[in-house]
T-cell receptor, first 116, second 112 residues
Framework: GAGVSQTPSNKVTEKGKYVELRCDPI?????LYWYRQSLGQGPEFLIY????????DSGLPNDRFFAVRPEGSVSTLKIQRTERGDSAVYLC??????????????FGEGSRLTVL | GNSVTQMEGPVTLSEEAFLTINCTYT??????LFWYVQYPGEGLQLLLK?????DKGSNKGFEATYRKETTSFHLEKGSVQVSDSAVYFC???????????FGDGTTLTVKP
């Protein structure tokens, strides 16, 4: 019964570089979410997948951010031309969106991104 | 849009003290309400939830009651322990709407 797994746990990169963050959700969970958490703040919604498709990407801050979930399981968050303001902890969560589900999220431990 | 406002921290209490962390929300429709907890070095995890008005969620001695008339979901515990030291997040989710909305978190430190 593995939980949500995120890699890497820590990523340090230079301004302008490309970064990929990976999330492996709980087996059987159809819904997958990406959030971003800055110091002293709550998780900020980025994107939500239902199966393979992005059901809501309204939280992506700009076109440098992109996420995929090609087989409906593992997801990758991709950040192009990173900026210092992208430094944060990126959280992945999954849930079962069966009928009656009330939206409880199961979180991974996050990927801490530092852009120098 | 939906929003959650939490009592600002940090909160420091002595062991066995009574805890209240206030949470109010703004939402359309009838959201489900949650408290998540983040212990040092760990990921967020669900502490308790309530899905409709007047429901009380409870877990590990913590309680919160869904008050639609005051749009609140305050977290309480009668006697805190050192092991309760963590960051607590209030959140809401509307069924079928996908995303959850979180407050900014309240850091609780319990001293022996």
């Amino acid at each position: 019964g593995a939980g949500v797994s995120q890699t890497p746990s820590n990523k340090v990169t230079e301004k302008g570089k490309y970064v990929e963050l990976r999330c492996d959700p709980i087996s059987g969970h159809t819904a997958l979410y990406w959030y971003r958490q800055s110091l002293g703040q709550g998780p900020e919604f980025l994107i939500y997948f239902q199966g393979t498709g992005a059901a809501d990407d309204s939280g992506l801050p700009n076109d440098r951010f992109f996420a995929v979930r090609p087989e409906g399981s593992v997801s990758t968050l991709k950040i192009q031309r990173t900026e210092r303001g992208d430094s944060a902890v990126y959280l992945c969560a999954s849930s079962s969106r069966d009928r009656g589900n009330t939206g409880e999220l199961f979180f991974g431990e996050g990927s801490r991104l530092t852009v120098l | 849009g939906n929003s959650v406002t939490q009592m600002e921290g940090p909160v420091t209490l002595s062991e066995e003290a009574f805890l209240t962390i206030n949470c109010t929300y703004t939402a359309t429709g009838y959201p489900s309400l949650f408290w998540y907890v983040q212990y040092p070095g760990e990921g967020l995890q669900l502490l308790l939830k309530a899905t409709k008005a007047d429901d009380k969620g409870s877990n590990k001695g913590f309680e919160a009651t869904y008050r639609k008339e005051t749009t609140s979901f305050h977290l309480e515990k009668g006697s805190v322990q050192v092991s309760d030291s963590a960051v607590y997040f209030c959140a809401l989710s509307r069924a079928g709407a996908g995303k959850s909305t979180f407050g900014d978190g309240t850091t609780l430190t319990v001293k022996p």
